[in-house]
């Protein structure tokens, strides 16, 4: 029971960082609530339909169709955390300011929540694949030990949702001015992250070949296996082991989207942006 | 301020189409790789990697074909050669590691971590 415990612990947890911050993010946008909800519940489904289909998906692609997938799901994920970012730097500051107020930026909240629901979503799918196809594997066999399986299966996802409890209110401990620049600053490293993670999956899938010495090997100061080696993972994409390419892709993410925020930017003379 | 979210929408789809389009386009490399890669196989049999330890030749890319005999399923991983892969219960994969310098290389199932556990030595 420990053993399913950890297990599902470990990729529920990845998860649950994800989910705090997008709650934190999102705070006080209407309707956040179906939308992250929507999120989780599209990524059960698709973990579900996954695991489902999860001998197809490995036979497609020459045997490399698990990592395309995942890769291409990443690949969604940080779209959509730049596209949050770039926005939120267009919109966010007039936003937090007249929220209440102003019916057509509440109109256009929801359009960035969507985006961070598609996040959540993504998050959701790709450690919930892994749980699925474990606890599956347990109770399809084993039978009467399979319960006691599920049960720690079960408290895994507790504790997980607790993490991502523990996240969401420790970020809104972070006072209201700074929380806008924490939060955009936070999307940015995990979008970077994810966006390295698609690398190494593409690199093992034989797609990506150029770049491919591994810059260090920090394994034997913080493993990526350890707790806080799979916190700073999720949070800001630690790697133990990063090839060159995917430090290049890390940087070259992080240069987009500060670039794409500073241009999209409004203009300083909007201080005070006219309603139309 | 109407304007600009289909501008972000627009550089998202981009961004989107662009990344989708790179890995559709380099799909081919996998086949003109594995030629001169060395081919391993392994299997799982009752959690336990069978042979449980595998040599491989240094400098060269290799291709690992996992074979999981049981019904269960399982997460070939491997954290010194930066590989993860999900296999269904009498599931195969095929598992592409890049030249490795020579030693040891652990890896374990998942799921399995206490039992099912190898190792790859390269010389």
Redesign the interface.
Known sequence: MI?ALI?VFREVFEAGLVIGIVLAVTQGVPRRAVWISGGVAAGVLGSCLMAAF??VI?QA????G???VN??VL??A???L??HN??MA??GRELAAEFRAAG?AVV?GS?SVA?LAVVVCVAVLREG??VV??L???L??EGATGLEVLTGGIAGMLLGALVCAATYFGMLTIPQRYLFGVTSFMIALLAAGMAAQAI?F????????AL?R?AWDS?WLL???SILGRVLRTLIGYN??PTVMQLTVYCATLAVMFS?MKL?APPPRGRH?VT? | MNRIAPTGLRIGLLGLGAALALTTAAIPAPGAFAQDAAQLVISVKDHKFDPAELEAPAGKPLVLRVKNLDPTPMEFESNSLRVEKVLTGNGEAVINIRPQAAGRYDFFDDFHASTTKGVLVVK
């Open positions: 053993a297990i999860a001998g490995s692609f020459a045997g490399s698990q990592e395309l890769a291409a690949a969604v940080v779209v959509m730049t596209w770039v926005w267009r919109h057509e256009s359009k985006a694949f892994e196809m474990f599956y594997g347990v399809a066999t190494g593409l690199e093992q899938a034989n797609v990506v070949l491919d591994v394994s493993s990526d296996s133990d082991r794409l999209l942006p139309a």
